[in-house]
């Protein structure tokens, strides 16, 4: 398994202003992953942060409203630009670990934009 | 595109009182269908990984088990610290490694 820290915990956050995300793991992986889990929604795959190279985002998600860095193999960031109410929500980091690959999740950061 | 539907949404279980969660699915290619514990306030941890049809894994109180079509968690004895929202998701044979989660089966457990 991984050890998964993220930053912040939680935050509020006025509509208009913008929040970075931290994610670090405790060993080197090659693939990162961010999620939202909206209330009383499934968790959604917003990217996956690729090391050297642009995210990919999945559909629905852009590059400028959801920026990643990753610039090493243990540590990437998600910024959400712009907020707007409708952006409160649980940002999950995880990371595939393993002979399998399997995803492990860090512990999430709880976001209200009012 | 991928689909996963969880029953019951929301389940209240007495001490010691079975039961089985559902997980239906469709997918292009099952690469792993996955389940995952959340508690309140926690990222999901998780439990187990079922590749192919027949196969069961068990880990304490919980056995998963998966068919063409669907999962089961059943919960044995289930005691107050099970409770919690369990997740299933699956991820596809082909494209990147994308999880498709459901909404996930709320558990609570009654002393």
């Known amino acids: 398994s991984a050890v998964i820290s993220q930053k912040p915990s939680r935050d509020i956050c006025q509509r208009g202003t913008s929040l970075t995300i931290q994610c670090q793991v405790d060993?080197?992986?090659?693939?990162m992953f961010w999620y939202r889990q909206q209330p009383g929604q499934s968790l959604t795959l917003i990217a996956t942060?690729?090391?050297?190279?642009?995210?990919?985002?999945e559909s629905g998600f852009v590059i400028d409203k959801f920026p990643i860095s990753r610039p090493n193999l243990t540590f990437s960031t998600l910024t959400v630009s712009n907020m707007s109410p409708e952006d409160s929500s649980i940002y999950l980091c995880?990371?595939?670990?393993?002979?399998?690959?399997?995803?492990?999740f860090g512990p999430g950061t709880r976001l209200l934009v009012l | 595109e991928d689909q996963v539907t969880q029953s019951p949404e929301a389940l209240r279980l007495q001490e010691g009182e079975s039961s089985s969660l559902n997980c239906s699915y469709t997918?292009?290619?099952?690469?792993?269908l996955f389940w995952y514990r959340q508690d309140p306030g926690k990222g999901p941890e998780f439990l187990f990984t079922?590749?192919?049809a027949g196969e069961e894994k068990e880990k304490e109180r919980l056995k998963a088990t998966l068919t063409k079509k669907e999962s089961f968690l059943h919960i044995t004895a289930p005691k107050p610290e099970d409770s919690a929202t369990y997740l299933c998701?699956?991820?596809?044979?082909?494209?990147?490694?994308?999880?498709?989660f459901g909404k996930g089966n709320q558990v609570v457990v009654i002393p």
């Open positions: 060993s080197q992986v090659t693939m």
């Open positions: 997918v292009s290619g099952l690469r792993g």
């Open positions: 995880s990371v595939a670990a393993g002979l399998r690959e399997t995803q492990y």
């Open positions: 942060a690729n090391q050297g190279s642009e995210a990919t985002y």
């Open positions: 998701a699956v991820q596809a044979g082909k494209g990147n490694n994308r999880l498709a």
């Open positions: 079922l590749y192919s």
